[in-house]
């Protein structure tokens, strides 16, 4: 969504991979100098095109706003705004709720035009009402761009600039991950930080962190798994702490299997696993190859909702090459496993083109608990390894072994890339939740909710994106 120096919007949204939706006939029709934009996979809700961001309110002002994450408070800022602030909800969408909450704030100021200490006021009662986890870009009608992140920086946010190719001045930016603005020539990449505001309208840049917590906690999958390899996130290159998850993997590895190891090949599942594949396959001395040839034209297995969906989309997603697998013992390496349909597949697929053993590594630790923050896999009854040992694990998914990364390690292939990080949201491996008051009636609601068997979906994640050319 767009907005023209006149103050009027221009809206473009849909389901749909973003080729399809953002053609280049509807992206030339959107005119003006700033926008909001917003690529969603559902966490919570429905899929419908309603609940497509960016959310728009014409009261205070024309707000657009996209959102990345989850708020663990939604049912009590529903109320609020029901009851109390008296707005309409017409979605099932917590970004919904963040918006109207933004907006509700700035409506308190009774100004027919507002200024930037306005917002700050607004969006620093906005961190005292929402709790989990937000990054989000807004923009105000005639006025600006603002990007915003949670106390806690569990989702990212990052902002730069460029020269601008039409005017004298520059061309602001702000983005869940750094390739983006990497890849349009922007420069001075910087993290917005953890409860920091920053407000670019027609005549300015301002930024003020307005809540210091005592520690950070970015969410650790971002470089386990939803981030490019080429991205930077908080100061840590991903692809360099997928490296080190294979150093230390393979540590793993060799301490478990000592002199009994008699694995032949070090076979990534693509793609993102590869960098940690590549170094656990050096550290042991091992061959590396590339053992499945990827269909690049189907979407990410593990937030398709519905099991047979995930089962028959592995197949169609992956082809497994019988010479680098007919009589070998291989390791498979992946990112994660979450619910076990796509590592099963893909071990009976090894098994199914001439595999004697079939061993899985993990760059992560076992998932046992549900995500609260913005990632689709919260229904514990859907997490292979919750509740369970890992010989479990390996005998649900029919591998000969499983080697799950330690914690620790984890967290310091992370942490080693910025040491000012001290600790990172890993709810998912070890249940602690950081921000919000995450109860076991939170988590039975989610359960109900977002299970396979409720088939409802909600826009609370995806990447969100802020444009605005500055003259």
Request: charged share 25%.
């Amino acid at each position: 969504m767009n907005a023209h120096n006149k103050g009027r919007l221009f809206q473009c949204k849909g389901n749909g991979m973003v080729r399809d939706v953002f053609t280049p006939q509807r992206l030339m029709a959107l005119t003006g100098n700033m926008g909001v934009a917003h690529v969603r996979y559902p966490t919570a809700g429905t899929p419908a095109d309603s609940e497509a961001q960016p959310f728009y309110v014409n009261s205070p002002y024309g707000i657009v706003m996209g959102h990345n994450g989850n708020l663990t408070n939604d049912s009590e800022l529903r109320h609020f705004l029901d009851y109390d602030a008296h707005r309409h909800i017409n979605t099932d969408s917590d970004s919904e709720l963040l918006l109207n909450i933004f907006a509700n704030n700035l409506q308190k100021t009774g100004k027919f035009r507002i200024n930037e200490q306005d917002i700050f006021t607004a969006i620093q009662s906005l961190f005292s009402e929402c709790q989990g986890a937000y990054a989000a870009t807004a923009m105000l009608a005639g006025f600006g761009i603002i990007g915003f992140r949670d106390p806690h920086g569990i989702r990212p946010l990052v902002f730069g600039r460029r020269k601008s190719l039409t005017t004298d001045g520059y061309d602001y930016m702000f983005a869940s991950e750094s390739v983006v603005l990497d890849a349009l020539d922007f420069t001075d990449i910087d993290d917005v930080q953890p409860g920091e505001v920053i407000i670019v309208s027609k005549y300015a840049v301002t930024r003020r962190r307005l809540v210091v917590e005592e520690q950070i906690t970015p969410c650790i999958f971002e470089y386990v798994y939803f981030a490019r390899p080429d991205s930077t996130i908080d100061g840590i290159p991903v692809y360099n702490a997928r490296l080190d998850m294979g150093v230390k993997l393979a540590r793993k590895v060799r301490q478990v299997m000592g002199d009994a190891m008699d694995i032949d090949v070090v076979i990534p599942v693509p793609d993102t696993s590869r960098a940690a594949a590549l170094q656990l396959s050096h550290e042991l001395g091992l061959p590396y190859r590339e053992g499945f040839n990827k269909n690049r034209y189907i979407g990410r297995t593990f937030i398709m909702p519905g099991q047979e969906m995930r089962r028959k989309n592995v197949r169609r997603k992956l082809n497994a090459m019988p010479t680098e697998f007919k009589d070998l013992n291989v390791l498979l390496v992946d990112d994660s496993i979450v619910r076990g349909t796509t590592s099963q597949e893909i071990i009976q697929m090894a098994r199914d083109v001439g595999a004697k053993k079939v061993y899985f590594a993990s760059a992560a630790p076992a998932i046992r608990f549900p995500n609260v923050y913005g990632i689709d896999m919260p229904s514990m009854k859907e997490l292979v390894a919750a509740g369970h040992s890992d010989g479990d694990v390996a005998a649900a998914i029919g591998a000969d072994y499983v080697f799950f990364q330690d914690l620790s390690d984890l967290i310091d292939s992370c942490r080693k890339f910025n040491p000012k990080i001290t600790s990172f949201d890993t709810s998912v491996f070890d249940g602690k939740y950081v921000a919000g008051n995450v109860s076991e009636e939170y988590l039975q609601k989610l359960e109900n909710r977002r299970s396979d068997d409720a088939k409802k979906k909600d826009g609370g994640d995806g990447e969100v994106i802020g444009l605005h050319n500055y003259q």
